[in-house]
């Protein structure tokens, strides 16, 4: 039998209380949704008495979501509790969250109250969200730093009134895994009642190690987990979703667990996440970081060109990423290079290659990163310089849904302009026509792509096009960049036309004008 792991995030709440990390309503709604497709258990959208704006939000969280529960957070007071339930009293599955701190330190200072005052003001609090909501879940803050017998009796108590899930966070990121396995594991087998509720942890990274203590808590019987997105929250943060889901995923063989989460959501959940809080992810994260999937040195490429398990752990897929990356740079080797070349179209002989390979080892050692454009430069110096033989100058489209499209397309060649109209099936089409009467050569429209790289309605569309020649044998990749994908699909097919022709003038089947 698999157990079962709940993940409750709490990106919307500790992750919001990360300092700027503050979120509107409708940030918080788009990654609530979005928390939705990842498939978590539950999501904790606020602490509700903090501001009317948290208020807002976990309320129109509550009305929105459905396929998860949702919590707000409350301490053990009346008028928060109250907040709490008015806001997600209109959940499909409500939680109210109430935690109070059961440290000696938390008790002395901060509350000032006494061990068993604190007991009974827990004990009253969640009787008091009882009365609202069945689902309530008690956290002891500070737990890791509690006398272990004071927690026992309290999460009884609190079990005894009527919470449902018992929450043990380490919150000051100060325990240590085998520490945390003890602690979950004693609280198994001293709390009486402990089988009518779900054990839970709450870790922090002070230490870095919020990851670890949850896993650990989860091996000695903890059945929810709760994390963040890109690890975001107080202080050092918390444990990150994706390398406590990725963990699992990843190490059944250790973890025999069963989790709803769609791990394909997690790199774009990440991205939002990070898009909306202004918070950074760091390249070298774990899982969602810039270089998790990235390779750039030789031997490294060299194996995972063979067989990409020789240096992944995971597929790129498994969490929402299209496929790895090889970056080429100073470390990189021939084998990644030459791959790279012919992905670029490039099907060079040896000699070439060997020449382009010295080439680019001089440009890496001055170039932090080669990318494909150096690239393309260094292959067309081999070939003399690349001259852009015809530009665009101008075009209209005329397009709609009663209409045939009609392309007007004006492009120079060595300073003198031609133009020419063409129709077609839809804009794209008219205007690809259009150049071909203007550019009397062989050539076939091999693939044609399309896609935004960047985000938002005025999103940069990227045209990549292959053309075939059969005087040649290869295929020319083309780009062409704008926010008009009709400008840009003009722009990637001159793009390869302007290469097959600099390749056609370097064999001598073509003179190409200096200009
Ligand atoms: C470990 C955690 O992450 S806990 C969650 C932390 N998150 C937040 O604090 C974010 C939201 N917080 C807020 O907006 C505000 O702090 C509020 C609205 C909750 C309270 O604001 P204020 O009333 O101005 O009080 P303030 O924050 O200055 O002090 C906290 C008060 O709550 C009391 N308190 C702290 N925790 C608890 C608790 N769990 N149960 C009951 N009382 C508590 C403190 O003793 C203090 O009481 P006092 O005002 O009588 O001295
Ligand atoms: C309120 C609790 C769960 C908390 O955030 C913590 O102790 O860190």
């Given at each position: 039998m698999r157990e079962k792991i709940h993940i409750f995030d709490t990106t919307l709440r500790d992750g919001e209380q990360s300092p700027g990390c503050s979120l509107n309503i409708q940030e918080k709604l788009k990654i609530a949704k979005r928390l939705e497709l990842l498939r978590v258990?539950?999501?904790?959208?606020?602490?509700?008495?903090?501001?009317p704006g948290d208020f807002a939000s976990v309320k129109a969280i509550a009305e929105t979501v459905k396929d998860c529960r949702v919590a707000s957070l409350s301490r053990v007071l009346k008028k928060d509790i109250d907040a709490a339930w008015e806001a997600i009293k209109m959940a499909a599955a409500p939680r109210i969250h109430t935690f109070i701190a059961t440290s000696d330190i938390h008790m002395q200072y901060k509350l000032k109250m006494s061990p068993d005052a604190v007991l009974q003001q827990a004990v009253d609090g969640v009787k008091y969200a009882k009365g609202f909501c069945n689902d309530v879940e008690f956290s002891a803050e500070d737990a890791s730093r509690s006398n272990p017998e004071f927690l026992y009796r309290i999460f009884e108590a609190v079990i005894k009134a009527g919470a449902t899930v018992i929450n043990v966070p380490d919150t000051v990121g100060y325990t240590m895994p085998e520490e945390f396995f003890k602690l979950i594991k004693g609280i198994k087998e001293n709390v009486s009642n402990i089988d009518k509720a779900t054990i839970s942890v709450h870790c922090h990274n002070d230490l870095g190690m919020a990851v670890a203590n949850t896993i650990a808590a989860a091996k000695a019987g903890a059945t929810q987990l709760e994390c963040t997105i890109n690890g975001i929250g107080e202080r050092a943060g918390n444990a990150a979703l994706e390398e406590l889901v990725m963990t699992f995923h990843t190490r059944r063989d250790l973890y025999n667990y069963d989790l709803n989460i769609d791990t394909t959501q997690i790199y774009p959940t990440s991205r939002l996440v990070s898009k909306l809080t202004g918070v950074k992810v760091q390249p070298n994260k774990a899982i969602v970081g810039n270089n998790a999937f990235a390779h750039e040195s030789g031997i490294h490429q060299h194996g995972v060109l063979a067989n990409r398990e020789t240096y992944e752990i995971m597929t790129p897929e498994s969490v929402g990423l299209t496929q790895n990356k090889m970056v080429l740079g100073k470390h990189s080797g021939r084998h990644a290079f030459e791959d790279r070349l012919k992905d670029l179209g490039y099907q060079l002989p040896k000699v070439d290659i060997d020449k382009i390979f010295d080439d680019f080892k001089l440009l890496a050692d001055k170039k932090k990163v080669v990318y494909d454009g150096d690239l393309e430069a260094l292959v067309q110096n081999k070939n003399g310089v690349q001259k852009e033989v015809y530009k665009l100058k101008e075009f209209v489209i005329n397009s709609g849904n009663l209409i045939t499209a009609t392309a007007t397309i004006k492009l120079s060649k060595d300073g003198e302009e031609m133009t020419c109209a063409s129709t077609g099936d839809g804009p794209v089409d008219a205007a690809l026509k259009a150049v071909d009467n203007m550019i009397d050569d062989h050539f076939v429209l091999e693939e044609y792509s399309l896609n935004a790289?960047?985000?938002?309605?005025?999103a940069q569309g990227e045209v990549i096009v292959r053309i075939s020649s059969n005087k040649t044998n290869r295929l020319y990749l083309g780009r062409g960049l704008s926010t008009d994908i009709v400008e840009s699909s003009i722009k990637a097919y001159l793009n390869a036309i302007n290469k097959l022709l600099n390749e056609l003038e370097f064999h001598g089947e073509v003179k190409l004008n200096e200009k």
């Amino acid at each position: 039998m698999r157990e079962k792991i709940h993940i409750f995030d709490t990106t919307l709440r500790d992750g919001e209380q990360s300092p700027g990390c503050s979120l509107n309503i409708q940030e918080k709604l788009k990654i609530a949704k979005r928390l939705e497709l990842l498939r978590v258990d539950v999501i904790e959208a606020g602490f509700a008495i903090a501001s009317p704006g948290d208020f807002a939000s976990v309320k129109a969280i509550a009305e929105t979501v459905k396929d998860c529960r949702v919590a707000s957070l409350s301490r053990v007071l009346k008028k928060d509790i109250d907040a709490a339930w008015e806001a997600i009293k209109m959940a499909a599955a409500p939680r109210i969250h109430t935690f109070i701190a059961t440290s000696d330190i938390h008790m002395q200072y901060k509350l000032k109250m006494s061990p068993d005052a604190v007991l009974q003001q827990a004990v009253d609090g969640v009787k008091y969200a009882k009365g609202f909501c069945n689902d309530v879940e008690f956290s002891a803050e500070d737990a890791s730093r509690s006398n272990p017998e004071f927690l026992y009796r309290i999460f009884e108590a609190v079990i005894k009134a009527g919470a449902t899930v018992i929450n043990v966070p380490d919150t000051v990121g100060y325990t240590m895994p085998e520490e945390f396995f003890k602690l979950i594991k004693g609280i198994k087998e001293n709390v009486s009642n402990i089988d009518k509720a779900t054990i839970s942890v709450h870790c922090h990274n002070d230490l870095g190690m919020a990851v670890a203590n949850t896993i650990a808590a989860a091996k000695a019987g903890a059945t929810q987990l709760e994390c963040t997105i890109n690890g975001i929250g107080e202080r050092a943060g918390n444990a990150a979703l994706e390398e406590l889901v990725m963990t699992f995923h990843t190490r059944r063989d250790l973890y025999n667990y069963d989790l709803n989460i769609d791990t394909t959501q997690i790199y774009p959940t990440s991205r939002l996440v990070s898009k909306l809080t202004g918070v950074k992810v760091q390249p070298n994260k774990a899982i969602v970081g810039n270089n998790a999937f990235a390779h750039e040195s030789g031997i490294h490429q060299h194996g995972v060109l063979a067989n990409r398990e020789t240096y992944e752990i995971m597929t790129p897929e498994s969490v929402g990423l299209t496929q790895n990356k090889m970056v080429l740079g100073k470390h990189s080797g021939r084998h990644a290079f030459e791959d790279r070349l012919k992905d670029l179209g490039y099907q060079l002989p040896k000699v070439d290659i060997d020449k382009i390979f010295d080439d680019f080892k001089l440009l890496a050692d001055k170039k932090k990163v080669v990318y494909d454009g150096d690239l393309e430069a260094l292959v067309q110096n081999k070939n003399g310089v690349q001259k852009e033989v015809y530009k665009l100058k101008e075009f209209v489209i005329n397009s709609g849904n009663l209409i045939t499209a009609t392309a007007t397309i004006k492009l120079s060649k060595d300073g003198e302009e031609m133009t020419c109209a063409s129709t077609g099936d839809g804009p794209v089409d008219a205007a690809l026509k259009a150049v071909d009467n203007m550019i009397d050569d062989h050539f076939v429209l091999e693939e044609y792509s399309l896609n935004a790289v960047s985000e938002g309605k005025d999103a940069q569309g990227e045209v990549i096009v292959r053309i075939s020649s059969n005087k040649t044998n290869r295929l020319y990749l083309g780009r062409g960049l704008s926010t008009d994908i009709v400008e840009s699909s003009i722009k990637a097919y001159l793009n390869a036309i302007n290469k097959l022709l600099n390749e056609l003038e370097f064999h001598g089947e073509v003179k190409l004008n200096e200009k």
